[in-house]
Structure formats: structure tokens, C-alpha cells
């Protein structure tokens, strides 16, 4: 008689973005004529820039060729690109780490989920709300948290993030272990100071606590105050896993490639030092077998300076479409955050309408998909998320549209 | 106080194929004028066939065009391949199946991983002795067993696979939840027979177990009264989910997809039909965001009648080589099972030698490469599993060196 894991049955609903696709897809039966303008899910839309295409072209030449084939590469990624990856952090942000320290995956989202598996079941979650739904769905199947409570899952701490807190959590009053942040934060686009980070760091070493540090969108952030990977703070190399991508810098939403930085110096109450290095290491070794070799090949491409000036670039397409949302938005007078080192824009909802039924309204009236903010977590109510990832063309179509239907 | 998941800490050793490779590593540095000869990992060495990559540079070409760029695919895979897939089983095996069945993945050994955490830790888990580590390493991490006692894991369920059975084990005597299987079977190169699978699906049926059936080596069956597909016996579509992957014949060991079934037919003692084909979805939505567009270009082309055509060719390639060490091994009376409608041969060790002797010695003797069948568990004890995964040259040239040196 086999049985269920019952903490998938927890799983309080359908996983957001499949929602809003759900019911965009109804609309769009019931309305074929219409044109749809989606500034919903954070999907990417720009061409893949021309060093990275060459370098994926280059690497199905090499596999097309017997003496230059390769098959299955090192589960922890190509040696090369943690090279590189490592040179990043040094280059770019001052940051000193060791190679065995990254972990190549097939995305942020994979790690997002996965890294969760390496703790013990009664650690105590401490998740930022609102925020990225993996981070709650996978505690809950994980066996992290009790039942749903209506508003939430029972044993999860939640950490507003508010208007009046520039939408940057607080660490906990409660003991926790694990503690998520993102930054820049999806969905409300705000960004953490060094001050912010630095409080989390010190109640983590405090606390004995591991944050995972969700920096997906660490390239959109210009201005040079602000950090873009937490190992910027003094002891975060004690207590802080960073999980990053390329998705969104480079457009590899579809090519799948990420990376984790699991640092050997992290403390636990379990064990040696680098236990927590080694359980990953060994996790990617049983639950995974690399990430794809062209996808690698192209993110080695991105890493090098070439690459990272039309990354450069690609990201400020995106963030003139976010100015171009939120300016639009607020000339109209809805109450906009975030679109600033950030893809997202955040914005109220006129007139104390819910989440849902701005979605709805929006989509009936100006044919525009936003993400409703009640998705991400109790406090995102009142909120929808804006995404900039579109064709010029189209974020002033749907920003015009959203003027004309308001 | 962050504490490690303890489940991970119950693993054993290293995952069996890094070994081979830090011995490996170790000997190739005391000895570096030697030529190594590889066959141990069964990692695939002939080039990427000319209409899948024909159709991974295009699908590279519409990425780098914004009018045809696109981002993150469904999290179940590319709509055109799951038909793809659906039609191949119709078409090939004669099963019929529904496209919704079929999940993509980033490779087997992912799904064969991750699918036990649908079910319950306290379920009952039945492994093949021999198999795959991977079954018994994620059933560890996930839960599912006791404690390592010294020779495997307290609460598993060994199916021993001897030479006497043809190396096919029998349904369990006990009660099990979950039973794994694979065939044509790696390491032991044995291939199920209908009526062996048929004991097995009326088992499950019995008890309400759910089967996991690998068949990621199907395309080296060349005796027509063999069975592919689990679906080919009647009732396995009430109690079997199968894993597969284009790794091993069309060479995508580095750029990663596979797929599972999980049929929304599957019964399980909770809730209604359906609800493990829902779960995996909700889990591969939550944990995994699609394989590698380009890799499903790739897979997409190997299901074309063209691509079918050449990746037989390649499955003929390496089953020539399978051929040469199997009957060069007798040669010299080595016992060797295997090597026939599969790519290992699994050899006996001559004068009663342990696995990891004969691993040893043929690598300080002969300069080869095999994996130890003690690696994959007690009963594979006395036995190497020897990959026919290699240019013909070096195939050639390391069985001439085990005959020279034995």
C-alpha cells in the first residue's frame, strides 16, 4: 500500500504562476481577438547576445565532432566556469572565495527549492513575506512547517516586509534558523542596504543561523552604495548561502543555468567545519548529474568581459522598460516601488482594491497581465507586481493601456 | 542553531562513481606516461549525431533573435516533445499512453532520484542487489531507511539478483511499497523477460505497491520478444512509473534530458485516480523549472524517423563494442553475463577475487578502467562492470591489455 508523502498534500494551492497562466488562457479563449500584454511572470524576452550564442554554436560543433566530444560532466559544474565564477566575486564585488565554494546547477529556482533539503525538519523557517512562492512550497513539502492555516502554513516565521520598512524585512524577534532573503527583492523590487544585511548577519551568527540569500537580480542594481552578493558583509562567509542565476542578466530562462555558493567556512552545530559544503556536494552528486554543457559553455561566454558588456546592456533594456512602467503608473496616480535597481515594480492597488481583483481588472480592462501580490504571501495583499520583462513596444502599449483603462 | 538534515549523514561513503575517478586520479599522477583505458563510468564517447545538432544550432539561431527568442518553457516540458514521446511509445511498443503522462527532466538520474519523495518515508522500499546507487542513496537522503549496518541500510528491502536467477530478481517474499527496477539492467547487463516483469506488475497489483522502472538502456534491446516499455504488460499502468533519458543513445549524457512517466491511471492508497500524476507535477513546478530549451530542440530531433535512424546507429556502435570485450574476456575464460542487448558486461573476478581487487589490479596491470561490482551493492560482489562506452580504438586496445596482463 503505497502512501503519499503527506506533506505534498499540505500544498495549500496551485503554485502561482500556473494560476495566473490558468486563468489568463480563460480569458484569452473568451476574448481570441484581443491582443494580451503580459507583464506578469518575470520571463525574459530579449535575444540572447551574439558572444554567448557563438559560444553555444561553438560548443555543439565540439560535441558534434567525435575527438572533441564530452559527455557527462562534473556534477558540481565545469571547472572552468567555477574558475570563472570565483574570479567574478573577486573582480566585480571584492569578494574572496574559494572555487570548491560554487556549485553549478540548472538554475536559481532548482537550488531555491532544493537547499532546504539539507537541514534538519524542526529547523525553525523564517521566510520574508511576500516572496517567491518556492521558498514556502518547498519548506512545506520539505516537512519544514505544519498544516495551512488559511493565511499561511503553522511553524513558518514570516518577516514583513512593509510599506513603511522600504519593503526590507527585520530579523526575527523569535529564534530562527534558517532565514531567507532576496535582494533585489522579488516581488517588490526594494534592495537591501549593507546595514540591512549586515543586521541579518549578525543575528545569524548570533542565532547559530543559515541564510540563504537569494541574489537573482544582483545585476540590476546600479548604484554602487548597495551590495550585490551578501559575502559583501563581514561574516557572511560564516553563515550565508547565495543562490544566483543567469536567467536574468543574460537571458538563459529557457538555456536553464545557475549557481549556488555553499562556502566551506559555514558553521553548524553539527559536525567539522565544511560539513554543510560537503552535504551539498553530496546532494548534487545523488539528486543531480550537471547542468547541460552548451548552457555551460554559454554562461563561461557571459562571464567574460565581452559578455558582461552586452549583459550590461540587455539588463538596461529592462530597467528603462521598468522607469518607463513606473512613471507611467504614477502619472496616473497609482503609488508605485520598487522598477529602481530592480526589474520589478510594485505597485498599490487603487482605492483598496484586493490583489486578485485588480488582476482581473486589469486583464478585462486594459488586457494586461500583472502577478497579484497576495500570491507571493499575506502581506503582498493590496499589491500586484509589474514585470519589465518585455518588448519595448509592448511595456508602452501596456502602459498606455493601463492609463486608458483607469 | 542550524542542524543537517541527519538522513544525509546516514550515507555511507562517497557516491561510488567519484571514487572510481579519485582512484583513478591517484594512480594516473603516480603514473603519468601510462595511457589510461576507461571503461568503467558508463559515459557515452561518439559524437552528437548530424540532425540533432543540426537542430540545437537553430534552435541556438531563434534564441538569438528577439522575434523568435523565448524564455522559460513548461516546467513538464515542451508541449511538441511530450506528443513526440507520446507518439513514439504508440508507435515503437504499441502502448498507448496520454501526453500528460510524460514529464521532461534534465536526465534520469534527477528523476530517479527525486521521485521517492512522493512517498511516504515510512513506505516500504524493495532495490535490486545490484543497482544503480543512486535508488538506494536517494531513498537514504530521503528518509526511507534505517541506519548503514555494514553491509546496506537497515529498513530497505534487497532483491538479490544472482547469477542462478539470470540476474532478474523475484518479487519480494515481504510486503514493499516501492519496487525499483531496471532493465535492460545496469550494471548487470541481464534484460527482464515479459513474464519476469509480468510477477512483478501482478505483485504490485496485490499489494498496492507502486513500481519504479527504469528503462533508460530500452534502445539496446534487439530481440523483438523483449519488452521496452513496463506499459507493454498489461495492469503496469495502475502500478509502474518509468524513467528514460536520451543520454544513452543519442549520446546526451552532458547536455542533459530525459523524461518520466507517471500515469494519471497509478493508484495509491490515498485520494483519488490521478493524485501521483498531480504530485509530481506539483513537485517538478515547484523544484525544477524545465529542461534546457536547447536540449529539447535536440530531443525533439532524435524522435524524428531521421534522428531514430542515426541514434540506432550509434546503439549498434556501441553494442559492437559490448561484443568485442564480452567475447575477448571469454577468450582468455572470464566469465562475463551482459553485453547483449545492453552496453555492460558483467564479468566474474577470476580465482575467487574481491570487486575491488580485481578493480586494482586491472588498473595497475592492464591500465583499465571498470567499475567494481561490489560498488553497487553485497551481491555484486566478485563481479566488474566493464562499459562498452568508448571509441572502438581504445575498446580494441583494452581488452588486448586485459589479455595481456591476466
Known amino acids: 500500500m503505497a502512501h503519499v508523502n503527506a506533506n505534498f498534500l499540505k500544498l495549500a494551492s496551485g503554485y502561482l504562476f500556473p494560476e495566473v497562466a490558468r486563468r489568463t488562457r480563460a480569458w484569452q479563449q473568451k476574448n481570441p481577438s484581443f ?43 565545469d571547472q572552468d566556469l567555477r574558475e570563472a565564477l570565483c574570479d567574478f566575486y573577486q573582480r566585480e564585488y571584492g569578494v574572496r572565495l574559494s572555487v570548491s565554494d560554487f556549485f553549478i546547477s540548472d538554475g536559481a529556482k532548482s537550488d531555491a527549492a532544493n537547499i532546504q533539503e539539507l537541514f534538519s525538519p524542526s529547523s525553525v523557517v523564517a521566510i520574508t513575506d511576500p516572496a517567491y ?13 505544519g498544516a495551512y492555516n488559511g493565511v499561511g502554513y503553522d511553524g513558518l516565521l514570516y518577516l514583513p516586509a512593509r510599506k513603511e520598512m522600504g519593503f526590507v524585512p527585520e530579523p526575527p524577534k523569535e529564534h530562527a534558523d534558517l532565514i531567507y532573503l532576496c535582494s533585489p527583492n522579488n516581488p517588490t523590487g526594494s534592495v537591501a542596504t549593507k546595514e540591512d544585511l549586515k543586521a541579518f548577519v549578525d543575528y545569524a551568527i548570533r542565532h547559530r543561523a543559515i541564510i540563504i540569500f537569494d541574489a537573482a537580480y544582483a545585476d540590476y542594481i546600479r548604484e554602487p552604495r548597495l551590495p550585490h552578493s551578501i559575502y559583501e558583509i563581514e561574516g557572511a562567509e560564516r553563515c550565508a548561502i547565495e543562490i544566483n542565476s543567469f536567467s536574468k542578466n543574460a ?15 559555514l ?32 554562461g563561461l561566454a557571459a562571464l567574460s568581459l565581452k559578455g558582461r558588456a552586452e549583459c550590461r546592456m ?10 518607463i512602467i ?11 516601488y520598487g522598477g529602481v535597481n530592480s526589474p520589478y515594480v510594485w505597485a498599490e492597488c487603487p482605492n483598496q482594491m484586493r490583489s486578485w481583483d485588480f488582476f482581473d481588472l486589469l486583464l478585462e480592462r486594459a488586457h494586461v497581465v500583472v502577478t497579484p501580490g497576495s500570491g507571493f504571501g499575506k502581506e503582498g495583499e493590496g499589491y500586484v507586481r509589474l514585470s519589465s520583462y518585455g518588448h ?8 498606455e493601456a493601463i492609463k486608458g483603462a483607469l
Chains 1, 2 share one sequence.
Open 392 to 399: 519595448r513596444e509592448d511595456i508602452t502599449e501596456a502602459v
Open 251 to 265: 537571458g538563459f530562462t529557457g538555456i536553464r543555468l545557475g549557481w549556488s555558493i555553499v562556502p566551506g567556512s
Open 326 to 336: 513606473k512613471e507611467g503608473l504614477e502619472k496616473i496616480g497609482l503609488v508605485c
Open 267 to 298: 558553521e553548524t552545530e553539527d559536525g567539522e567545519a565544511g560539513l554543510l559544503n560537503r552535504l551539498w556536494n553530496r546532494r548534487q552528486s545523488t539528486f543531480f548529474n550537471g547542468a547541460s554543457n552548451i548552457a555551460q559553455a554559454g
Open 314 to 323: 540587455l539588463v538596461d533594456y529592462y530597467l528603462e522598460n521598468a522607469r
Open 35 to 77: 491582443k494580451l500584454l503580459r507583464l506578469g511572470i518575470g520571463n525574459t524576452t530579449e535575444a540572447i547576445t551574439p558572444h554567448i550564442c557563438e559560444a553555444m554554436h561553438h560548443k555543439v560543433d565540439l560535441l558534434s565532432d567525435r575527438r572533441t566530444y564530452t559527455g557527462y560532466g562534473d556534477e558540481q559544474g
Open 133 to 145: 512562492p518556492v521558498y514556502v512550497d518547498s519548506n512545506v513539502a520539505g516537512g519544514k512547517s
